[in-house]
């Protein structure tokens, strides 16, 4: 497993998508964390408009379904430090944490959080804009064991040891 050697990546993603979940994707998130048997999520998002949005839908359909959202915390595309919504997001302490944005903030984030909390990926679902291999790629897939997700079109996708692998739902 290769080293986390900076929370900071070199470059930004090449691939940068910034998309807003469909009906299917939130479904299946609602879905998964049930499943899971979770009933407290913190919401994680980029600051674009698509990513913002795609955190409402989520924490609506959450509510709808009986949960609890116990704090929603939105990061920077671009900064010096990701420290400080790092650690807001991590200290909710959720049940699970669910993520979307686009990839480059999202990725950064995600190296922070893993270079300084105590957040989890394996209590981690993300979107379909994250379950990209490309995108799992800018953190190391060896460090996002756990981590699940879905595609736009409901399947499902998880980290497991060290690779990615799509699950027909």
């Known amino acids: 497993m290769e080293a986390l050697t900076s929370p900071l990546l070199t470059r930004p993603a090449t691939h940068d998508t910034d998309l807003i979940a469909t009906d299917a994707e939130?479904?299946?998130i609602v879905r998964l964390a049930r499943g899971r048997g979770a009933r407290d999520i913190a919401v994680g998002s980029g600051r674009t408009a698509r990513?913002?949005?795609t955190a409402r839908l989520v924490e609506s359909?959450?509510?709808?379904?009986?949960?609890?959202?116990?704090?929603?915390?939105t990061w920077p595309e671009t900064a010096a430090s990701w420290l400080r919504p790092a650690s807001r997001f991590a200290a909710a302490d959720p049940d699970l944490w669910i993520m979307t944005g686009p990839v480059t903030?999202?990725?950064?984030?995600t190296r922070r959080?893993?270079?300084?909390?105590?957040?989890?990926?394996d209590r981690t679902l993300a979107t379909a804009g994250i379950g990209d291999p490309r995108t799992l790629a800018l953190v190391g897939l060896a460090?996002?064991?756990?981590?699940?997700g879905t595609t736009a079109d409901g399947a499902l996708w998880r980290v497991v040891h060290d690779r990615f692998r799509q699950v027909n739902a």
């Open 26 to 28: 939130v479904e299946t």
């Open 61 to 73: 359909a959450w509510d709808r379904a009986g949960g609890r959202t116990l704090g929603t915390v």
């Open 113 to 121: 959080l893993l270079w300084s909390t105590c957040w989890s990926p």
């Open 105 to 109: 903030g999202w990725a950064q984030m």
């Open 143 to 148: 460090h996002l064991d756990g981590l699940a």
């Open 51 to 53: 990513a913002l949005a």
